[in-house]
C-alpha cells in the first residue's frame, strides 16, 4: 500500500541519502539542505511510503505568495513507478491556490512538463548548464482560459 505523509522525523542519514539523488555531489550543500529542512520553519518535507518504506520525498520551502519545490528524489529501486508525479499531485492538492515553483536541468524538463508545469529556460546558469523554471499555476492549471467568440 502506498501512502503519502509529512516527514516529522527523519535521521540525518536517511535525509542525506534521498538529498544525494537530486543534488550535486558536493557533501558540504547536503549537509547545509539537511540542516535547513529541520531548523528552518518555512521548510517542510513529505515521504511516498510503500509498503511502510520511505522510498521518495518532496521537500518544500514556503514563502509569502508561492511555494517553491526544492527537491524531490525517489530511491533508485522504485524510480519510473509514477511515485515523483505522485508526489506533484500531493503537493498540487495541499498548496490549492499558490503557485507551485520549481528550478531543474534539461533532463527533469518532460517530468515537470508531464505533471503540468510551464517551462522557460533561465540560460546558461553555470558554464556549460541550462536551467529551466518550472512554474505550476493552479487557477490555470485549473481553470484554462477558453475563447468565448470573437474572431482572434
Known amino acids: 500500500m ?7 522525523e527523519i535521521s540525518d542519514q536517511e ?5 544525494s539523488y537530486c543534488m550535486s555531489p558536493k557533501p558540504e550543500r547536503i549537509i ?17 511510503y510503500f509498503e511502510n518504506e520511505l522510498t521518495g ?11 517553491e519545490l526544492k527537491h524531490i528524489a525517489v530511491h533508485p529501486n522504485h524510480r519510473n513507478k509514477g ?4 508526489l506533484i499531485e500531493e503537493i498540487q492538492k495541499l498548496t490549492s491556490s499558490a503557485p507551485i515553483i520549481a528550478e531543474t536541468d534539461r533532463e527533469a524538463v518532460n517530468f ?17 548548464v541550462e536551467r529551466f ?17 470573437g474572431n482572434s
Open 83 to 86: 511515485l515523483g508525479s505522485k
Open 57 to 67: 520525498i518532496i521537500g518544500l520551502i514556503h514563502h509569502t505568495l508561492e511555494t
Open 133 to 149: 523554471k518550472c512554474i505550476y499555476n493552479f487557477m490555470k492549471a485549473k481553470h484554462p482560459q477558453h475563447n468565448l467568440g
Open 32 to 48: 547545509h539542505e539537511c540542516k535547513n529542512y529541520k531548523t528552518l520553519k518555512n521548510r517542510e518535507l513529505y515521504g511516498i
Open 15 to 19: 535525509l542525506y541519502q534521498f538529498l
Open 2 to 8: 502506498m501512502q503519502i505523509q509529512r516527514i516529522k
Open 112 to 128: 515537470y512538463k508531464k505533471n503540468g508545469f510551464i517551462i522557460t529556460s533561465l540560460g546558461e546558469k553555470y558554464p556549460g
